[in-house]
C-alpha cells in the first residue's frame, strides 16, 4: 500500500478511536486492532503529529502512581475525519471502476 495512503488512514483511524471520549495510548491500540495492526511506536509517532497539527489536545494525569497521557479531539480533528468519509466516497467511485472488469469476468 501507498504510504501516504496508509499515513492518511492510520491517522483517521487515531482520530475515530479518540473521537467520542477522552483516552490514552493503549487503549486506542486496543480500540484500532480489529481493524488494522498498529504498533505502539506507530501510535506514538501518529499522536505526536496530530497534537502538532492541533488534531488533538493532551493532558497528563497520574494513574496508578505514573503520569498517563490522555488524548482528546478538537474541532480540527473532527472536521479531518468528515472530510475523510467525503473523499473516502470518491475513492470507492474509482475502487468500482477500476474493478468493473473483475465483476463482469468473476
Known amino acids: ?20 471520549k477522552e483516552t490514552y495510548g493503549y487503549q486506542i491500540i486496543k480500540d484500532v486492532k480489529p481493524f488494522i495492526e498498529m504498533s505502539e511506536s506507530t501510535l506514538y509517532t501518529i499522536l505526536k503529529r496530530l497534537e502538532t497539527a492541533g488534531m ?5 494525569a497520574e494513574h496508578g502512581g505514573r503520569l498517563r497521557k490522555y488524548y482528546k479531539i478538537t ?16 475513492i470507492m467511485s474509482v475502487y468500482r471502476f477500476v474493478t468493473k472488469e473483475d465483476e463482469a469476468n468473476g
Request: proline share 0%; aromatic share 4%; charged share 40%.
Open 56 to 60: 488533538l489536545k493532551v493532558r497528563t
Open 1 to 20: 500500500m501507498d504510504i501516504q495512503l496508509k499515513r492518511g488512514l492510520l491517522d483517521v483511524c487515531v482520530l475515530a478511536a479518540i473521537k467520542d
Open 75 to 90: 474541532g480540527q480533528g473532527l472536521r479531518k475525519i468528515e472530510e475523510f468519509k467525503r473523499e473516502w466516497k470518491e
